[in-house]
């Protein structure tokens, strides 16, 4: 008879290496967060995952730049915190503008002559539904490119990034493929009534689609209206990550 396996999940595999970061056995960690070491068993195999208080100690606990992970999975707003993804990407600018006269030391920065250098993520927003397999969390994005735009199209020049887009959601606005815009400083959903959204899900990664206020409702609608509008209402799971700027697309010969 077959032996059915437990699905793997990421925080079960980032607990086991917390505990060879931290020279614990299970029994030990349990003892350090007050639980039993059965529930410890029951995160490392995958059966249950940890609530987010406990994810919250468990970021505690992580080492410098680790902690990050168990802090978004907990629901916290990591953005700006010196060790978190965003502001460690952005930080890596300092080092991929070299050629590049700064005028300001901020993350994205204005360049002389009015332009500003935005870093594109190696980060995917879903355009579908359905989410894809999530390919980077944001504590692990990193810098892949850099694009000049002019600062007259950044409102909070030092908090625009660029992601990927993929799916067919929104089309015919936006074209799959393309590289949004996003300002991350615009966070407000009262603000972003109308208007083009990033949110995150902790499981399902970055969606992006117009954000609309209805009847105590908050609904994604897609600009492909074979997309049912997508109940965004639960903020302990949809966090909002910015409003879409602009972006830029290729023609349908790809070129």
């Known amino acids: 008879m077959a ?25 030990a960690l349990a003892d350090r967060l007050g639980v039993s070491p059965a529930t410890v068993s029951r995160w490392i195999q995958g059966k249950h995952e940890p609530t987010a208080q406990t994810y919250v100690a468990l970021g505690n606990l992580a080492r410098t730049g680790e902690g990050a992970y168990f802090w978004e999975r907990a629901g916290m707003d990591v953005s700006g ?14 080092t991929r503008l070299q050629d590049f006269r700064i005028v300001a030391a901020k993350p994205s920065r204005p360049i002389e002559g009015n332009a500003v250098a935005i870093p594109v993520l190696n980060v995917t927003a879903f355009g579908d539904r359905i989410a894809p397999k999530q390919n980077v969390v944001l504590s692990q994005a990193e810098v ?7 600062l007259g199209w ?21 074209a799959p493929e393309s590289i949004v815009f996003v300002d991350t400083a615009e966070t407000d ?6 208007r083009l959204t990033v949110v995150s899900h902790r499981d399902l990664g970055f969606k992006i689609a117009r954000l609309q206020r209805v009847a105590g409702a908050d609904l994604l609608i897609s600009a492909n209206h ?17 409003e879409v700027l602009w972006w830029i697309s290729r023609d349908a010969n790809g070129k």
């Open 3 to 27: 032996v059915q396996q437990q699905p793997t999940h990421e925080w079960s595999d980032r607990i086991r290496r917390l505990l060879r970061d931290l020279k614990m056995n299970q029994s």
């Open 81 to 94: 915190m010196p060790e978190s993804g965003l502001r460690r990407v952005l930080g890596s600018l300092r």
């Open 226 to 242: 074979k997309y049912p509008p997508l109940d965004i209402s639960n903020a302990s799971k949809w966090k909002v990550f910015g």
């Open 189 to 194: 959903r009262d603000r972003l009534h109308q």
């Open 144 to 150: 892949e490119d850099i694009v000049l735009a002019p």
């Open 154 to 174: 950044c409102p909070h020049p030092e908090n625009v990034i660029g992601m990927h887009l993929c799916g067919d959601s929104m089309t015919p606005l936006i």
